[in-house]
């Protein structure tokens, strides 16, 4: 058994600190950039660099691999590079009220743009005032209004000639030219009189009154006419008087700031609304304020005026770079924007000012930050992603469109234009599953940056994790970590990648190991962080999570639970499992035993029987009847019925890690030889009798050594394990020197003879060899075939 056994050395991987050049962290350069993720920086860096469309990028990658770090800090230095990010307004759409326009000006003249078409319109407001208050504007309306009232004057002198032949006369009064009857006299009569006349004479006034409303209508039209005229005249009049104030006030926003052809049509069109309108800018306040209609609710004339405001929609004037923004809640409405209404009298009411942006906006020009659980967690906001993306705009609407529910009428913003890139940080399951059954991700997300779970254990890695550590120390004021600190981190890191040749890139727990070792030190009054704080550090850290695993233990010390650690037995064995407790797992040996007896059944397995096993066990205990097939059953049938049982079992049992030692309790079943209950085994096996590797071999080993420590070690136990996993090994410092004191034995093998040779103390041999583990079972498996023969023949 000797030559399987494992010497200290292979069993941890010690990091000398004679080959850190350096006495403590103060001493190194902070590190920028991420370790060991060369595959993913690759991927992220063109992904940056690209600006086609549909070269988004997903980040792929296990929670605390540095993925969010990585992407703001690459993001931060790409966004410096690019071109400001625009400004956005929304303005009112004089032609079609309901679709607010939105224009696009250069980073910080959103804000200058407002206030300067605020301060125009309040210049013109008070100007016009001023011109059609002044003595020419005066003059010239009275003249227009004299040479009206001439022509008027002419033709009711026109009139009365023709009404005076049917007794009529023409005057002005509050209603406009109204027809006055004539007595006998010529004088026009009056309202006492005209009441008083007879039917005869009423019937006569009647027809004289038709017979001159068909005589006078051409002076009629002709008054008409003069009437038209004279409204054009004073509206013509009213803007040449205004025009040259408004032009002025407005075109003079353009010249302090870069006019595109969308702005100066605004502002062109702002002069038109202005001039058709002018009669709103002629009212005085004071007269609409005592207005009671206003108070009631009415719409008031300042009201009016609140479509010449600018909504400043996105303003950069304060970024340094093109934006980049880490959107944490991801509804639909804060990805798109919303239209915002206000409660007036029970009414809700909305306009273009109420328009307010989301992160596809503010992002716009940039990048934009999401978590892939959160955005297919929330209603329509995938969907809302994806739609601005293909079709480069966003377009604000209401969520009731999108499901075809009635909504009520409400404003449809103009959709502005995109320019993005999208970083989606998730895992790669969540990545599989949208690459395989969402079309429109593929053609999107074109980039998958992914980030390993580990990386070599090289020098250069190792500097670069030193450094990592004096960038966490200088940031967030910690104290200095000596070299053994950093050497022993750097063991941890390997026993979190389970493998002595490579280290963790699950750099958030090396995080909180340096802020606890940091906080011991200082209990400790020590001004520098060292391997016993790192230990101590390590030491608390299971102590505050291994509950489940002492009360296990302390079921194993008062026999509760039957575990044996010494002797012999037929067909019984130790397993090891590895359970978890959410932040720390740990090794639990269970009994494991195996009758066999004559039958047809085959190996069956109780816990897939009893439903508490998974596929994946279910697959290993069908492999034990293949090998046995494979080895003792091409000259006979096998005439076998075997159960096989995890004892004390009842929470369900998954994996393949425990097939090798169902086969070896097995054997020793078949063989009648008893096994050798000190030496637990972990491994799976594949038919042909080859010990394959498995997972958490650290804890399975201290696991065990813990059961046997408590029972009293012999110096006969151990652990059995795939001699693949020797490279796995970073056991625990009391596991290591057990081993070297020879209280203790770790075993790696590569197929079942020599397992079966450690456990029992006899050679596998050949089935033909006399005295050997696979010639007893052989000769077993022929008793009971011929004893099955003779009962068909019977």
């Known amino acids: 058994m000797e030559k399987f056994r494992l010497s200290e050395d292979k069993l941890y991987k010690v990091c000398d600190v004679n080959n850190l050049d350096f006495e403590t962290t103060d001493e190194l350069t902070p590190l920028q950039g991420i370790i060991g993720q060369d595959r993913a920086i690759k991927a992220m860096d063109f992904g940056l660099k690209m ?64 206030k300067l078409v605020k301060r125009a319109l309040y210049f013109i407001r008070k100007q016009i005032v001023d011109v059609f208050n002044s003595r020419d504007y005066e003059n010239a309306r009275t003249l227009l209004m004299s040479e009206y009232n001439n022509k008027t004057q002419e033709i009711i002198v026109e009139l009365n000639k023709i009404g005076e032949k049917y007794g009529f006369m023409f005057s002005h ?38 017979a001159l409303s068909v005589e006078a209508v051409d002076f009629f039209n002709k008054l008409r006419n003069e009437e038209e005229k004279l409204a054009m005249k004073l509206k013509n009049l009213d803007e040449n008087f205004a025009r040259k104030a408004i032009e ?34 002629k009212k005085d306040d004071e007269e609409e304020a005592d207005n009671p209609l206003i108070i009631l609710g009415q719409k008031s004339n300042e009201d009016f005026f609140n479509r010449y405001l600018v909504n400043v929609f996105i303003d950069n004037s304060n970024k340094k770079s093109a934006p980049v923004i880490f ?62 993306l293909v079709t480069e705009q966003i377009q604000i609407e209401s969520l009731g469109k999108l499901v075809g529910a009635i909504v009520t009428s409400t404003i449809k913003p103009q959709p502005i234009s995109l320019d993005i890139k999208i970083i989606i940080i998730g895992d790669y399951y969540t990545y599989s599953l949208l690459y395989e059954y969402d079309e429109e991700f593929r053609k999107l997300f074109r980039i ?58 699950r750099l958030n727990k090396i995080v909180g190991i340096l802020f606890e070792a940091d906080k011991w030190a200082s209990i400790f009054g020590d001004s520098l962080v060292t391997e016993k704080h790192i230990e101590k550090t390590l030491y608390e850290i299971n102590q505050r999570t291994n509950k489940v695993e002492e009360m296990i233990f302390e079921m194993i010390e008062s026999g509760d639970y039957l575990l044996d650690v010494d002797g012999e037995k037929v067909g019984e064995i130790n397993g090891l499992a590895v359970m978890g407790t959410g ?72 994996g393949d890690s425990a097939s090798s030692t169902e086969l070896y309790a097995l054997l020793s079943s078949l063989s009648g030889k008893p096994i050798n209950q000190g030496i637990a085994v972990t491994g799976s096996v594949n038919q042909r009798g080859q010990i394959q590797p498995i997972g958490g071999a650290n804890e399975k080993i201290e696991g ?13 136990q151990g652990v059995i394990i795939p001699i693949q996993n020797i490279k796995n090994l970073m056991l625990d410092e009391e596991v290591i020197q057990a081993v070297i004191k020879r209280e203790f034995h770790i075993y790696a093998v590569s197929n079942t003879d020599e ?29 009971l075939a011929d004893v099955a023969k003779g009962k068909a023949d019977e």
Not at 65 to 77: A, E, P, Q
Not at 704 to 716: E, H, P, R
């Open 327 to 388: 959107e944490s809640n991801p509804t639909y409405y804060n990805l798109v924007g919303a239209v915002e209404y206000q409660n007036e009298m029970g009414v809700l009411r909305t306009d273009f000012t109420q328009i307010k942006p989301g992160a596809l906006h503010e992002a716009n020009g940039g990048f934009l930050v999401l978590q892939a659980r959160d955005i297919l967690s929330l209603p329509y906001a995938w969907q809302a992603i994806k739609r601005s």
């Open 248 to 281: 002025f006030h407005i075109n003079s926003i353009g010249m302090k700031i870069h006019l595109s052809t969308e702005l100066n049509k605004y502002l062109s069109s702002i002069i038109e609304d202005v001039i058709e309108n002018i009669h709103k800018f």
């Open 583 to 654: 932040q720390y797992s740990f090794g639990k040996p269970s009994k494991i035993t195996v009758s066999a007896y004559r039958g047809k059944a085959g190996i069956v397995n109780i816990e897939r029987e009893a439903r508490i096993s998974g596929n994946i066990h279910d697959k290993g205990v069908m492999i034990l009847t293949g090998y046995m097939g494979y080895k003792y059953a091409s000259d006979k049938p096998l005439a076998l019925s075997a159960s096989i049982v995890f004892e004390q079992l009842y929470g369900g049992i998954e």
């Open 173 to 210: 009064n509050d209603q406009g030219l109204v027809s006055v009857p004539l007595k006998s006299n010529g004088e026009p009569m009056t309202e006492k009189e005209y009441h008083s006349i007879t039917d005869k004479q009423y019937e006569e006034l009647k027809n004289n009154s038709n």
């Open 755 to 783: 397992g079966i040779e450690i456990l029992t103390g006899i050679k596998a041999g050949d089935i033909d060899q006399e005295g050997t583990i696979h010639y007893l079972v052989n000769k077993k498996l022929e008793e």
């Open 704 to 716: 065990f050594f813990k059961v046997c420590k408590i029972k009293g070690l012999t110096g006969k």
């Open 51 to 114: 600006d086609k469309k549909g070269y988004n990028i997903y980040v792929s990658g296990a929670w605390g691999t540095g993925r969010n770090s990585y992407v703001k800090l690459i993001t931060d230095s790409v966004a410096i590079k690019k071109d400001m990010a625009k400004d956005w307004v929304y303005v009112f759409n004089f032609k079609n009220p309901y679709n607010p326009l939105a224009l696009s000006l250069q980073r910080g003249e959103a804000e200058s743009f407002s």
């Open 448 to 505: 998958m940056a992914d980030f390993d779970l580990e990386m070599m254990r090289d020098e250069d890695n190792i500097k670069r994790l030193a450094r990592f550590i004096a960038t966490h120390c200088e940031k967030e004021g910690l104290k200095s970590f000596d070299r053994s600190a950093v050497a022993k981190i750097i063991e941890y890191s390997s026993r979190l990648a389970e493998d002595q040749n490579k280290l963790s890139s």
